[in-house]
């Protein structure tokens, strides 16, 4: 009886080579990974400088709310509050 | 000064000249790269994939070659790389071998390989499929040639094991 692995490795060494193979073009695929990679890298660059001018424009400035007592009084007069229930 | 710069022309001439020899091989062999991808990975779509990403690596890597003589090895070492990144969980009937010779064993056999770890088939396939030296398989696994016999020796009784098994 012959060896399993024989028969399926001589089958192996007859096997068509696929088309894709034979008209692979490494040179072309290198050029589109090349084209690929400065592609990313090109927007990732316009994607820093657009979140940068964004940060730029969208400073967000934060009234300053002081509530000291007089203004409290103040405001508590006109909401026509009583003393104690200030 | 005029020395040095012909030296470096030269250098650059016999390099380029390496590099040439290098595509002139990866294009007269891509039959024995494909066939030797299919030897590991078993699947079709799968070897493709190896023998594609093996021409892209040693094209890339063309001008790092030193000896000539020695470009086979490269690129077998190369392509078993890139065979054993590749997972083999899945196997899919596929055209090419299924449709030819003992439709039943064949597709048994890849099916008992699939499941074999990758290392374990890669080295099958190097000494029974290749049949190359221990020196020669060590090379291409990138292992001490001590090894290379315990693993044969493994990967044939897990296959055995395997084959009754099923």
């Known amino acids: 009886m012959r060896d399993p692995l024989d028969g399926y490795f001589a089958e192996v060494r007859e096997a068509a080579v696929p088309e894709s193979v034979r008209q692979f073009q490494p040179e072309a695929r290198w050029q589109r990974e090349l084209a690929l990679d400065f592609s990313w890298a090109a927007a990732s660059v316009m994607l820093v400088l657009l979140l940068a001018k964004v940060g730029e424009r969208g400073e967000v400035s934060v009234p300053q709310i002081d509530p000291t007592w007089t203004q409290w009084r103040q405001l508590s007069a006109e909401l026509g509050l009583r003393e104690e229930e200030r | ?166």
């Not at chain 2, 007269?28 to 990403?53: C, G, K, S």
């Not at chain 2, 000539?68 to 997972?87: C, S």
């Open chain 2, 1 to 166: 000064m005029l020395s040095i710069v012909h030296s470096i022309g030269w250098i650059r001439e016999r390099s380029e000249r390496r590099a040439d020899r290098v595509v002139a091989f990866l294009d007269a062999e891509r039959p024995w790269i494909f066939r030797l991808a299919l030897a590991i990975v078993h699947r079709t779509d799968l070897a493709e994939d190896v023998t594609q990403e093996t021409l892209l690596a040693c094209w890339k890597a063309r001008h790092s070659v030193r000896e000539t003589a020695a470009i086979r090895g490269w690129v077998r070492r190369t392509l078993v790389r890139q065979a054993l990144r590749q997972r083999v969980s899945h196997l899919a009937m596929d055209g090419e071998l299924a449709a030819r010779g003992d439709l039943a064993e064949s597709a048994a056999v890849r099916a008992v390989l699939a499941s074999m770890p990758a290392s374990m088939r890669a080295v099958l396939a190097l000494a029974d499929y290749e049949r190359l030296s221990y020196a020669e398989i060590a090379a291409a696994l990138e292992i001490p040639e001590g090894t290379v016999g315990s693993r044969l020796h493994a990967a044939r009784a897990m296959f055995r094991a395997r084959w009754e098994g099923q």
